[in-house]
């Protein structure tokens, strides 16, 4: 079955793209037994979603998209009714699969897991996986190896149901070849425009005709509320340069922490192995075992030819091709029985026969790196930037609720905060009450919409009192109070009569284009065509960037039946009329056959997932799905 995942890897992350947002991960179990009595966020059949798997997918969204946003990550653009649905919905489709997985007795085994681990890229030091690298990318993410195994164990369990449903978008040559005939057939055009333009000198306006139009729209025409304000940062980074870390302290640090600084032992090891698949018969195992051992007769004959051996008889595919060579690694990194022969060998020594999980293994160790404690000096910059984060740290901590209440209570003046804790008084520019979401980035620390909209309240801008503190970004506090205020007005009619006459003028012209051009086409199809076609060009469905995508469209709809043809089209962005005379249609030749497989691969992963969207809509009837959107939207959570 994982094999049938794998090969169809694409399919995979297809359908997984449906419902990709972080989730909960809690075990199988606990997603098929119900949650139990309290505020759900969903039920799924019996089974519930709680408020806390919810909270949790939830903050791993949040925390994903902080990393990849970085600075222009704005939580309150996320953290929207809409989104927490998504969220929701996504986490109903994800125990809808884990039901069914479970249902269907799927499950994942230990050494299919350690063989995934072992060759995550991201593990990966010099080819080889690295121990340390694994439990420091988990550190980082607050997850033990056992949480993030069971973790993965559960992803491949769905993947496993996933890729049995990829399997069935099935697409024949014969569809995928004439769909290929339809995309790549050209047809020939001439093409001539009618411009606006054409009729600008035509155009004549009513006398009132922009007084009417700025009277009925002055919404238009309205400069926005604007404040200016000076405002403080208080951070865990504007922090860290306030600490100094003795030599003292860092050399107590390295003294308590030698195991940490500790370079393991490594060694090399190559391997010939004969695999024993799993539940394999006791005739299965003795036929292997025999294998095995003809194997090692022949390597403790020849112990020089061991690669040449390895290349002949390993059935493993990832070191066989390499003479069986796995490289250096460390304790842990290896099942245990192949881990505890290869740490008793000696160097140039084989080993008998070891049995894994994965079957027989005959070792040969072809090398030794000795563990070593790093010195003082070779960590010292490493453990100084440890201290001074964890002394940041204590400080925000304790600084955070202190800054907040004298904000609060010392509402008149941020002088006191900034003399306190040391800040940097701030200026902004004049700021609207809306700023787009793409420009939000651009306003630094002041570009959060909770805090913009703190500083246009009546207590901001009337009572000048400082705006409460907002967290515009994790572990980064924000307090402002406005300097100047300037209330929103509608500029004078005779400030913007020129751009409304010259915008009325435009849109007229537009219309009178778009009816020559009609009439035109109206013409051309009754046989008259008196039309001196200067532009000709071939365009296809693969190839139509020579026209507006309007314009490919209405080539293609167009009957060919009988030759020339004729069409036209209202171009985007009032650049009037265009029609177009179809001379040729030119059908593709011959078909590459490369092309072919890569379209029928397309359309196949679109037709799996649609069979995919369609069964998640048959899981979610079956077993009767319900969201509690009180509780969803209810943001102190």
């Not at 940062?233 to 308590?256: F, T």
């Not at 563990?371 to 600084?399: C, F």
Request: proline fraction near 3%; charged fraction near 25%.
């Amino acid at each position: 079955m994982f094999d049938a995942v794998r090969n169809n890897k694409r399919i995979v992350q297809v359908f997984l793209a449906l419902i990709t947002l972080p989730f909960a991960f809690w075990g199988v179990d606990s997603y098929v037994r119900s949650a139990g009595p309290g505020n759900d966020v969903a039920a799924v059949g019996e089974s519930k979603i709680s408020l806390q798997q919810f909270q949790q997918s939830w903050r791993e969204q949040m925390d994903r998209a902080r990393q990849q946003m970085g600075p222009s990550f704005r939580q309150e653009t996320f953290d929207t009714p809409e989104m927490r649905l998504a969220v929701a919905n996504s986490l109903v489709d994800q125990r809808l699969l884990l039901l069914e997985a479970n249902k269907g007795r799927l499950g994942v085994s230990n050494a299919l897991l350690v063989e995934i681990i072992s060759t995550m890229p991201s593990l990966q030091v010099d080819g080889k996986f690295s121990k340390a690298r694994y439990e420091a990318a988990l550190a980082a993410q607050g997850m033990s190896p056992e949480q993030f195994e069971a973790r993965l164990r559960q992803d491949m369990i769905m993947q496993q149901l996933v890729g049995a449903i990829g399997d069935t978008g099935i697409v024949s040559s014969v569809s995928a070849e004439m769909m290929l005939r339809i995309q790549s057939e050209e047809r020939q055009v001439a093409e001539i425009r009618i411009t606006p333009e054409q009729f600008a000198s035509e155009v004549k306006l009513e006398a009132d005709a922009a007084k009417k139009f700025y009277d009925g729209n002055q919404k238009q025409f309205e400069t926005p509320e604007l404040v200016r304000a000076e405002y403080v940062v208080l951070s865990l980074d504007g922090l860290l340069s306030q600490v100094a870390v003795s030599d003292a302290e860092v050399k107590a640090w390295y003294e308590a922490h030698l195991s940490r600084y500790q370079q393991q032992e490594e060694r090399r090891a190559s391997h010939i192995l004969i695999t024993l698949a799993a539940g394999a018969s006791d005739a299965e195992k003795a036929k292997a075992k025999a294998k095995a051992e003809e194997v090692l007769k022949d390597v403790q004959r020849n112990p020089t030819k061991f690669a040449e051996l390895a290349r002949q008889h390993s059935q493993d595919p990832g070191s066989a091709a390499n003479g069986g060579d796995l490289g250096f690694f460390g304790r842990g990194m290896m099942v245990k029985p192949f881990e505890e022969a290869v740490f008793k060998q000696k160097q140039g020594e084989l080993s008998g026969l070891v049995q894994s999980d994965f079957g027989f293994h005959i070792i040969k160790v072809t090398g030794i790196k000795e563990g070593k404690q790093k010195k003082l000096d070779e960590v010292r910059a490493e453990i100084e930037g440890e201290l001074k984060r964890q002394g940041a740290q204590k400080r925000y901590a304790e600084a955070a609720e202190a800054f907040t209440n004298m904000v609060y209570e010392q509402s008149d003046s941020l002088a006191p905060v900034v003399e306190k804790f040391k800040l940097k008084l701030q200026q902004s520019p004049l700021l609207p009450r809306q700023v787009p979401q793409q420009a939000l980035a651009s306003l630094g620390p002041l570009g959060n919409e909770k805090l913009l909209a703190a500083l246009f309240t009546e207590d901001a801008v009337k009572n000048k009192r400082n705006t409460d503190t907002v967290e515009v970004a994790q572990s980064t506090l924000v307090a402002a109070r406005v300097l100047e205020h300037k209330p929103a007005s509608v500029r004078p009619f005779e400030s913007v009569r020129a751009d409304i006459e010259t915008m009325l003028k435009a849109k007229e012209a537009t219309a009178a284009a778009r009816k020559k051009g009609e009439d035109r086409l109206a013409e051309l199809k009754g046989g008259q065509d008196r039309i001196n076609w200067a532009l000709v060009k071939n365009v296809s469905r693969l190839q139509g960037k020579q026209v507006t995508a309007p314009a490919l469209q209405a080539i293609f709809r167009a009957d060919v039946s009988k030759l020339p043809a004729y069409t036209g089209v209202e171009l985007p962005n009032n650049g009037g009329y265009a029609l177009y005379k179809i001379l040729a249609v030119k059908p593709l030749a011959t078909v590459d056959a490369d092309k072919r497989r890569v379209l029928q691969r397309d359309y196949e992963n679109m037709t799996a997932q649609e069979d995919f969207t369609a069964y998640l809509t048959g899981l979610r009837q079956r077993y009767k799905v319900e969201i509690n959107k009180a509780v969803l939207e209810n943001k102190e959570r």
